[in-house]
């Protein structure tokens, strides 16, 4: 029984996970989707001008940039933030990687640290430290 209640949470999670990056997805791709319909619309048809369908300024000089690139770049930075938050196989993974960053980090300076003291002492020059 318990094992079957830990599978159906497993299961409900698993989906949900699946439901909030598909709805993310669909929020930030839906205005691009529109927009590949307004430029398939004006260069299909030749009745359809650029300037009536693209009709205020910012629509007709930066709507593609402003949609196609904050939308796709908007989901590819959350993405990894949902990962964290839904995953914690991979926050954990990511705060191994943290932690051993930092450590391999603090060996290196202290080598760097150590060989610039063999460097000054090999010249003659002393340690201010000591």
Not at 15 to 20: E, R
Not at 48 to 56: H, L, P
Not at 114 to 127: A, E, I, M
Request: aromatic residues 14%.
């Amino acid at each position: 029984n318990s094992k079957i209640s830990k599978a159906v949470v497993s299961t409900q999670s698993t989906g949900n996970t699946i439901l909030l990056f598909t709805a993310l997805y669909i929020l930030f791709n839906i205005p691009v989707l529109v927009l590949c319909v307004l430029y398939t619309r004006v260069f299909v048809n030749e009745d359809v001008k650029y300037s009536e369908v693209f009709n205020n300024r910012f629509l007709y000089w930066y709507s593609w940039n402003s949609i196609y690139i904050l939308g796709v770049t908007l989901n590819a930075t959350l993405n990894p933030l949902l990962y964290l938050w839904r995953m914690k196989k991979f926050k954990t993974f990511v705060i191994s990687l943290r932690k051993s960053s930092i450590s391999q980090d603090n060996v290196a300076m202290s080598h760097v640290s150590s060989n610039r003291h063999t460097v000054l002492n090999s010249r003659g020059q002393t340690d201010s430290a000591g």
